[in-house]
């Protein structure tokens, strides 16, 4: 390997060759370094009242992956039977709508899987009990897979209400086994068969996400080596269906002394990494397919990593902690450090942030899946972009706890919403913004900065509602009290379209429900996503934020150099 002699322990895995430095983390943010733009107060403006607001629209600050905004699925899937509802076309419809992003298979049970090559699932299968209404069930998901096989590309199913209903209620069984294990920290072994890897990869295929698969690193040799036999196995499966996949090894090996007494130090892990890019490269199909990693957790003495911090306790979050601004502002600093020590020994090696929630211990109810968490979400989203982390990847699409997008009735929650209105609106290059706040004299850097972010983008290309050269604001107001911002520069005067998200209905900040600009976000069928309509304002309005709000903003027409070529 390439590596000095100087070089920290933990670094050679960094050093083996395509890898990316990946990380898991839960949700925090802060609005970033802005510099104040010298302005006259304008006459007749009260002091107290109006922010100006200029962009700089001539070469980008950042410029983060197309995938920037990606999804996780975690492995307990398969535990409690959630996997085989993934054809579900209500569920595609859903993932379809985040595309293009990475879907990222792995979690706490990544390092406890095993894959066993067979097709059958009645007889892969734990037997259903003596329940006549489960082995109905069981009956059900083998007739459902059957059918699945008759069909040509993208394999789509309709599941019965009674069906689903069965499934919530085996879901809601194991969960308690899943929490049992979490807290003891001690897992049981999970089995992935050769059905259930079709369907992972059918819904991956069929929504438009790049699957990347995370193997079992904590198969050993006595010598502490890895062993890579099933996952050789599982390769081999892979190739023969032609899968486009890529590739991670393991799961937070930094914290595998918790959970089975063992280490494996960042030279061995280096060192597997390395088996496994070899594994590839035998088989043709993989032979250059992507390989990322490795995954790292918490910091210590000369390791890169990054901290695994829920700055949030699941268990006792209440709504006003999302709206803590010294909370939203514990990611920031972590990331630089981590950015300091990377460009130091592999300069340009891109990092991603993955396994990210809006809360620890699976979230709570009616508060990590409610429009509160979403101030977090946002945030995280712009802090990171603007950082330069080039991708994150939510935790999870669906059933983890109350982090989920989507919930175990296949309705989209708000931060679904909120990730839908990112995707179809934000682009990957990121833009510096002036800020002046004429309520008071602005700090150096840090104008405003505590209540009310703001972030800007070029508007994503993919939406052929906005020529190329729009910008695109997202601004989140904490504050109890209406904001108002006046575009000033080269944002005077054009016309803006605004998406403003609140929440529906009479749960206020704990609603998981949704309206955008006065209108409830719904899907029309389970095909189709609702028309995200923005409402037009004039040219030269002052925009007003409402208190506690997310709000995006397209000014149109800037034709801003920055944004003009992708």
Known sequence: MPCPSSCPPGLLALMAPGLALMATFSLPSQAGDRRALPVEKPPGVKGRTLILLDVNTKSPVRIISENFLSLQLDPSIIHDGWLDFLSSRRLVTLARGLAPAFLRFAGKRTDFLQFHNVKNPAKSRGGPGPDYYLKNYEDDIVRSDIALDKQKGCKIAQHPDIMLELQREKAAQMHLVLLKEQFSNTYSNLTLTARSLDKLYNFADCSGLHLIFALN???????????????????????????????????????????????????????????????????????????????????????????????????????????KTRLLDTLSDQIRKIQKVVNTYTPGKKIWLEGVGATSAGGMNNLSDSYAAGFLWLNTLGLLASQGIDVVVRHSFLDHGHNHLVDQNFNPLPDYWLSLLYKRLIGPKVLAIHVAGLQRKPRPGRVIRDKLRIYAHCTSYHNHNYVRGSITLYIINLHRSRKKIKLAGTLRDKIVHQYLLQPYGKDGLHSKSVQLNGQPLAMVDDGTLPELKPRPLRAGRTLVIPPLTMSFYVVKNVNALACRYR
């Open 217 to 323: 690193a904590l198969r050993r040799n006595p010598n502490n080596s890895w062993n890579s036999s099933n996952a050789l196995s599982l390769l081999k499966y892979s190739a023969s269906k032609k899968y486009n996949i890529s590739w991670e090894l393991g799961n937070e090996p930094n914290n595998y002394r918790t959970l089975i007494g063992r280490s494996v130090n960042g030279s061995q892990l280096g060192k597997d990494y390395i088996q496994l890019r070899s594994l590839l490269q035998l088989i043709r199909t993989y032979s250059r397919a992507n390989l990322y990693g490795p995954n790292i957790g918490r910091p210590r003495k000369n390791v890169i990593a990054l901290l695994e911090g829920y700055y949030i306790d699941g268990r006792v979050a209440k709504v006003t902690d999302f709206l």
